[in-house]
């Protein structure tokens, strides 16, 4: 059950995720990788008060940045935002060269309306690992114009050794965003493109396919499907 749990977690399945996973629990398993599942499941759904509580427990049994990352991140989605700023802080205070750590840490601020602060957080996390590719979109995310020439070819650089899509496809969308700004739109365009390729090939998206089930949703469900519908509907007395 708690495999099964797994593999429907990984395929978007959550709903199934969550049942397969609470009766792997329910029949006694007490591993720690079931409970952090759970815990994910129940975050993807956006259920954050449930994973509040369950990402709190696993806090105290293991010390894992990912955790105390994810506990950070769902008080700021509950509005909690002083006490996020404060795990984000604690997290710095154990693991102050892990980019991530800044990332999120800017995330919070942003949140908290200090911009400085956070473009401040974004760049040390980008000077710590100039290929994190996450921190140079949040800094082009920021809608006053913060990327700098510097960062450009700073970026560049990054492009020519990163291997990972996951820095690679936020990398381009950043220049992107950079050669928008400076009004250098043919260049802008081809790193969009470029970045939405990618990304559409990590999650094997194919617009046509939605095309398809659209039109077939169109083609199902016409004037037709709702009158008779209404018509074989029994009167309201």
């Known amino acids: 059950l708690a495999l099964l749990g797994s593999i429907a977690m990984r395929t978007g399945a959550l709903v199934q995720a969550e049942q397969f996973l609470r009766q792997a629990i329910a029949l006694g398993a007490r591993s720690l990788d079931v409970q952090r599942e759970l815990a994910s499941v129940l975050h993807q759904q956006e259920r954050l008060a449930e994973a509040l509580s369950a990402v709190s427990i696993l806090e105290q049994k293991i010390g894992d940045l990912q955790i105390s990352g994810a506990k950070a ?46 473009i401040a957080a974004y760049r040390r996390s980008t000077t710590i690992d100039s290929e994190y590719g996450d921190a140079w979109w949040a800094l082009a995310n920021i809608k006053n114009r913060v990327l700098t020439d510097g960062d450009i070819e700073t970026m560049k650089s990054a492009l020519e050794i990163a291997i990972d899509r996951r820095n690679i496809v936020p990398i381009h969308f950043a220049l992107g965003r950079a050669w928008h ?28 396919d939605l095309t398809a089930e659209v039109d ?14 209404w018509r074989a509907a029994p009167t309201d007395q």
């Open 73 to 118: 991140l769902i008080l700021d989605k509950l509005g909690r935002n002083p006490e996020a700023l404060r795990e984000h802080e604690k997290l710095l205070a154990k693991h102050a060269d892990d980019p991530r750590v800044w990332l999120g840490y800017g995330n919070s601020l942003r949140w908290a309306g200090r911009n400085d602060e956070a």
């Open 216 to 229: 077939e949703i169109i083609r199902l469900f016409d004037r037709d499907f709702f009158e008779r519908r």
């Open 181 to 208: 700004d400076r009004k250098e739109y043919a260049r802008a365009f081809g790193h969009f493109e470029t970045g939405n390729r990618m990304r559409g090939d990590t999650i094997n998206y194919r617009p046509e």
